[in-house]
């Protein structure tokens, strides 16, 4: 793969050099801070051989590569420096983000630089578990402590590390932010610890504790410095900034970190880990159920970066258990891969894509290939991987299992948990349990025409547009009418991962400029949200259709919204469904962008969309043909 012309093309295609405010690469991804994400041609890039898919997350423009990022990304970066220079000053692209959404922001653009040297360093200590348990390398010799700093060094000097990568994400002097991390790890200050509760600055006692493999009070530290570093700036002559910023900064900060945001930190990082604790202890199955079954949904919207933190933090005091209930997901999507290497027998490029990822999953751990390339792609796979993750997932949390090192979960990271053998059988449960499942149920409903004859095309027109179709026995239409009055959008341009990327099916989106929905169809109300925000119909040939009135609108817990139906009703297409406020929506900051999707048929169909720009309710929207 020419890696060079393909950077080219991703940075052409984001919107050009003057569109990067930043980037830096995961495992798998490309992720952009981008100044305007609308400049971005993002069916050009999903298009472009080599690239997964593109993901809106967190505030980051995602690209979805594989295992092969690394490469790209230095291709990128060669005579480039987006995002290094501290003082410069980025754009904003105007887009509202909710104080969540900016906290996994921070976190995942704060973890991203060091997973590769976190997960590297992980798989050193694994095989030095194993290198010991096969009493091939002593636990004392000088090799052995030798690798052994390597393996450690990261997780030890991580206050250091994450306070370098959080002054970037927060634009503050990176260095310093380091320098403050490092500043409660020197051995003038370690040193302190000898002498128990009798230090004091200034008069003030002063907590001491190990900040080695710290994580919460570095960020609620460099958080604070971020603010300082800015204040001082604006009220220090400029001439001067040079050394007295730094330096007053320093003065300030690492003694507060010392007497509050370091012990305050580490409470709280305390508190948090002996929550999941509690929780796992109450029902370790229920608890392995849910993060092995979902975590893949947590990836997909970037969820899972907050976990991150308290997992390092869990490692650091002897163990983690999020990670190891989680790992079982990961096998039910590798799972699932080989299920549809060894079904898809006819079709090569999906036997080839299957295989591969598959691979890249098993000895590397990394499964977005699998998540973009399969399981959203085909539907049927997504309740394999919740049962196949919650299996494994359900035996991991009730006998304990944790993982001792940060790691990608694949077949050589298995030394780092323990008790590993129960965690083999957890994985191995996963995994089986997925590609027989997948075996068994395949990845097309049974309504697929395989034996149907196909003979010369034939035309269906509908509301002025012809479209072609091949001609099978029996061909039939079902229409779905507009249930909104507005400007459509495909569903690609709806900022919400579940909808862009077609996980919950196929449809179109609709920006309403009349605040009513109307039934698309004649059926049944088959769900009603209590908030009144979204509504489920069933049509009559057993055809489910989701309406959903704004992007995040469930956090208005029903204000604005009127319902006029229930659970149960039987409607006509054209009955009024809910009535809702849009300007108080809007001006409340929701996006008002209202997905209309056909979330599950009884046949395997062909979705075809009306192509108007806007669209008034009761118009044709979608034609479904069997």
């Not at 990082?269 to 993060?291: A, K, Q, R, Y």
């Given at each position: 793969?020419d890696?060079?012309k393909?950077?080219?093309?991703i940075?052409?295609l984001?919107?050009?050099?003057?569109?990067?405010?930043?980037?830096?690469?995961?495992?798998?991804?490309?992720?952009?801070?981008?100044?305007?994400?609308?400049?971005a041609?993002?069916?050009?890039?999903?298009?472009?051989e080599?690239?997964?898919?593109?993901?809106?997350s967190?505030?980051?423009?995602?690209?979805?590569?594989?295992?092969h990022v690394?490469y790209?990304?230095t291709?990128i970066m060669?005579?480039r420096?987006f995002?290094?220079?501290t003082?410069?000053?980025?754009?904003?692209?105007?887009?509202k983000?909710s104080v969540?959404?900016?906290?996994?922001?921070?976190i995942?653009g704060?973890?991203?630089?060091?997973?590769s040297a976190m997960?590297g360093?992980?798989?050193?200590?694994?095989?030095?578990t194993?290198?010991?348990?096969?009493?091939?390398m002593?636990a004392?010799?000088?090799?052995?402590?030798?690798?052994?700093?390597a393996?450690?060094?990261v997780?030890?000097?991580?206050?250091?590390?994450?306070?370098?990568?959080?002054?970037?994400k927060?634009?503050?002097?990176?260095?310093?932010a380091g320098?403050?991390?490092?500043a409660?790890?020197?051995p003038n200050?370690?040193g302190?610890m000898?002498?128990?509760s009798?230090v004091?600055?200034?008069?003030?006692p002063?907590?001491?504790?190990n900040?080695?493999?710290?994580?919460?009070?570095?960020?609620?530290?460099?958080?604070i410095?971020a603010f300082v570093?800015k204040?001082?700036?604006k009220?220090?002559?400029k001439?001067?900034q040079?050394?007295?910023?730094?330096?007053?900064?320093?003065?300030?900060?690492?003694?507060?970190?010392?007497?509050?945001?370091?012990p305050?930190?580490t409470?709280?990082?305390?508190?948090?880990?002996?929550g999941v604790?509690w929780?796992i202890?109450?029902?370790?199955?229920?608890?392995g159920?849910?993060?092995g079954?979902?975590?893949?949904?947590?990836v997909?919207?970037?969820l899972h970066?907050g976990?991150?933190p308290?997992?390092?933090h869990n490692?650091?005091?002897?163990?983690d258990?999020?990670?190891?209930?989680?790992?079982?997901a990961?096998?039910?999507q590798?799972?699932v891969?080989?299920?549809?290497?060894?079904?898809?027998k006819?079709?090569?490029?999906?036997r080839?894509?299957?295989?591969s990822a598959?691979?890249?999953g098993?000895?590397?751990g990394v499964t977005e290939?699998i998540?973009?390339?399969?399981?959203?792609?085909?539907k049927?796979a997504i309740?394999i991987?919740?049962?196949?993750?919650a299996?494994g997932g359900a035996?991991?949390?009730?006998f304990?299992?944790?993982m001792?090192a940060?790691?990608?979960?694949?077949i050589f990271a298995?030394?780092?948990?323990?008790?590993?053998?129960?965690?083999v059988?957890a994985i191995a449960?996963?995994f089986?349990?997925?590609?027989?499942?997948?075996?068994?149920?395949g990845?097309?409903?049974?309504?697929?025409r395989?034996?149907?004859k196909?003979?010369?095309s034939t035309?269906?027109?509908e509301?002025?547009?012809?479209?072609?179709v091949?001609?099978?026995?029996?061909?039939?239409?079902?229409?779905i009418?507009?249930?909104i009055?507005?400007k459509?959008?495909?569903l690609r341009?709806?900022?919400d991962s579940?909808?862009s990327t077609?996980?919950?099916g196929?449809?179109l989106?609709?920006?309403?400029s009349v605040g009513?929905?109307?039934?698309?169809?004649d059926g049944v109300?088959t769900?009603?949200?209590?908030?009144g925000?979204?509504?489920?119909?069933?049509?009559h040939?057993?055809t489910?259709?989701l309406?959903h009135?704004g992007?995040?609108?469930?956090?208005?817990?029903?204000?604005?919204?009127?319902p006029?139906?229930q659970?149960?009703d039987i409607?006509?297409?054209g009955?009024?469904?809910?009535?809702f406020d849009r300007?108080?929506i809007?001006?409340?900051?929701?996006?008002?962008?209202t997905?209309?999707?056909?979330?599950?048929?009884?046949?395997?169909?062909d979705?075809?969309?009306?192509?108007q720009?806007?669209i008034?309710?009761?118009?044709?929207l979608?034609?479904?043909?069997?």
């Amino acid at each position: 793969m020419d890696y060079k012309k393909m950077s080219d093309d991703i940075v052409r295609l984001v919107g050009g050099e003057e569109n990067i405010n930043g980037l830096v690469h995961c495992a798998t991804r490309l992720r952009f801070d981008l100044k305007d994400s609308r400049k971005a041609e993002r069916e050009e890039l999903e298009k472009h051989e080599g690239i997964i898919t593109v993901v809106e997350s967190g505030g980051q423009f995602q690209v979805v590569i594989g295992s092969h990022v690394a490469y790209v990304y230095t291709e990128i970066m060669k005579n480039r420096d987006f995002g290094s220079d501290t003082h410069a000053t980025t754009e904003s692209s105007g887009k509202k983000t909710s104080v969540v959404s900016t906290i996994f922001e921070v976190i995942s653009g704060s973890f991203s630089p060091l997973i590769s040297a976190m997960a590297g360093s992980g798989m050193l200590k694994a095989l030095l578990t194993v290198l010991t348990l096969l009493g091939w390398m002593s636990a004392t010799s000088d090799t052995y402590l030798i690798l052994s700093a390597a393996g450690n060094a990261v997780f030890y000097f991580l206050p250091i590390l994450l306070g370098i990568t959080l002054g970037i994400k927060l634009k503050a002097n990176p260095y310093v932010a380091g320098v403050i991390g490092a500043a409660l790890m020197e051995p003038n200050f370690t040193g302190l610890m000898d002498k128990g509760s009798d230090v004091s600055f200034l008069g003030i006692p002063v907590v001491m504790m190990n900040y080695s493999s710290s994580v919460f009070p570095i960020f609620i530290s460099i958080s604070i410095y971020a603010f300082v570093d800015k204040l001082l700036k604006k009220i220090i002559f400029k001439d001067l900034q040079l050394f007295l910023v730094p330096m007053l900064a320093l003065m300030i900060m690492v003694p507060l970190s010392a007497i509050a945001f370091g012990p305050f930190g580490t409470t709280v990082g305390d508190w948090i880990s002996s929550g999941v604790t509690w929780l796992i202890g109450v029902s370790g199955i229920l608890s392995g159920i849910v993060l092995g079954g979902f975590m893949m949904f947590m990836v997909v919207f970037g969820l899972h970066w907050g976990f991150a933190p308290i997992s390092i933090h869990n490692i650091g005091i002897g163990g983690d258990p999020i990670e190891a209930m989680a790992a079982a997901a990961v096998f039910a999507q590798i799972g699932v891969a080989f299920g549809f290497f060894l079904k898809a027998k006819k079709d090569k490029t999906l036997r080839t894509l299957a295989g591969s990822a598959s691979i890249t999953g098993l000895l590397a751990g990394v499964t977005e290939p699998i998540i973009y390339g399969l399981v959203l792609r085909f539907k049927r796979a997504i309740p394999i991987v919740i049962i196949a993750g919650a299996a494994g997932g359900a035996i991991n949390g009730h006998f304990g299992v944790k993982m001792t090192a940060y790691v990608f979960h694949n077949i050589f990271a298995i030394p780092v948990y323990t008790p590993t053998l129960v965690y083999v059988i957890a994985i191995a449960c996963s995994f089986t349990v997925a590609t027989v499942l997948t075996l068994t149920f395949g990845y097309e409903s049974k309504g697929r025409r395989e034996n149907s004859k196909t003979v010369d095309s034939t035309k269906v027109e509908e509301s002025g547009s012809v479209i072609t179709v091949s001609k099978a026995v029996d061909i039939k239409k079902e229409t779905i009418y507009s249930p909104i009055t507005g400007k459509i959008a495909p569903l690609r341009q709806v900022n919400d991962s579940a909808f862009s990327t077609g996980a919950m099916g196929k449809g179109l989106a609709i920006e309403p400029s009349v605040g009513e929905v109307v039934a698309p169809i004649d059926g049944v109300v088959t769900s009603l949200f209590p908030t009144g925000h979204a509504i489920g119909l069933t049509t009559h040939a057993g055809t489910e259709i989701l309406i959903h009135v704004g992007i995040n609108t469930v956090a208005l817990k029903g204000k604005y919204f009127n319902p006029a139906v229930q659970e149960g009703d039987i409607v006509k297409q054209g009955d009024l469904l809910i009535q809702f406020d849009r300007e108080q929506i809007i001006e409340a900051g929701y996006e008002i962008v209202t997905p209309v999707i056909v979330t599950q048929t009884k046949n395997k169909v062909d979705t075809f969309e009306t192509n108007q720009e806007q669209i008034q309710k009761n118009e044709v929207l979608l034609t479904l043909v069997v």
